[in-house]
């Protein structure tokens, strides 16, 4: 089983930083890091940079479209209107079949602002205690979403999975 989890950092880097760190803690085979992607929102910009941070080939990867279509209905789903109204309470409507609600949605537009930046990760097996021991209290971010049920990451893979 795997689990999305995102973590909300008061840094424009703290996500990039913390996703170097596991890395390097995943080269230790404490956590299996089966893919993310990162926000990041610089001051003075209107809107966040997104990126995909793993190479999704393999196992367990969800693959661009998924984290396109994610990043698009919590931060760009403003800017496209009226026009595509339908399609955004489309998306909407197939998130909330993988945990994605309109509450969460709303958590993540509220936490992640300017000056800010996010991680969004998809893991393993997770050796709690030694990955959190691994980071420093300052460069801990807030956890605000956990936990997919069985059905939810069936879902999510069928829906999204990388090809292997």
Same mark, same amino acid.
């Given at each position: 089983?795997?689990?999305?989890?995102?973590?909300?950092?008061?840094?424009?880097?703290?996500?990039?930083?913390?996703?170097?760190?596991?890395?390097?803690?995943?080269?230790?085979?404490?956590?299996?890091?089966?893919?993310?992607?990162?926000?990041?929102?610089?001051?003075?910009?209107?809107?966040?940079?997104?990126?995909?941070?793993?190479?999704?080939?393999? %196992? =367990? #990867? @969800?693959? $661009?479209? *998924?984290?396109?279509?994610?990043?698009?209905?919590? !931060?760009?789903?403003? /800017?496209?209107?009226?026009?595509?109204?339908?399609? %955004? =309470? #489309? @998306?909407? $409507?197939? *998130?909330?079949?993988?945990?994605?609600?309109?509450? !969460?949605?709303?958590? /993540?537009?509220?936490?992640?602002?300017?000056?800010?930046?996010?991680?969004?990760?998809?893991?393993?097996?997770?050796?709690?205690?030694?990955?959190?021991?691994?980071?420093?209290?300052?460069?801990?971010?807030?956890?605000?979403?956990?936990?997919?049920?069985?059905?939810?990451?069936?879902?999510?893979?069928?829906?999204?999975?990388?090809?292997?």
């Amino acid at each position: 089983m795997s689990t999305l989890t995102v973590w909300k950092f008061n840094t424009t880097d703290g996500a990039d930083n913390a996703l170097s760190k596991l890395e390097t803690l995943q080269k230790q085979q404490l956590i299996q890091v089966l893919d993310a992607a990162i926000v990041s929102w610089p001051r003075g910009r209107k809107r966040p940079k997104t990126y995909q941070a793993m190479n999704t080939v393999g %196992a =367990g #990867a @969800l693959g $661009g479209a *998924f984290w396109g279509m994610l990043f698009g209905l919590l !931060f760009f789903g403003p /800017l496209l209107g009226i026009i595509v109204g339908a399609t %955004a =309470g #489309a @998306l909407s $409507g197939k *998130f909330t079949d993988y945990g994605i609600n309109d509450n !969460f949605i709303k958590e /993540l537009q509220s936490k992640v602002t300017e000056g800010t930046s996010a991680l969004f990760l998809l893991t393993g097996q997770v050796t709690i205690d030694k990955v959190e021991a691994a980071f420093a209290p300052d460069e801990k971010g807030e956890l605000i979403q956990s936990n997919l049920s069985i059905e939810q990451e069936a879902r999510l893979r069928e829906d999204f999975g990388a090809e292997v």
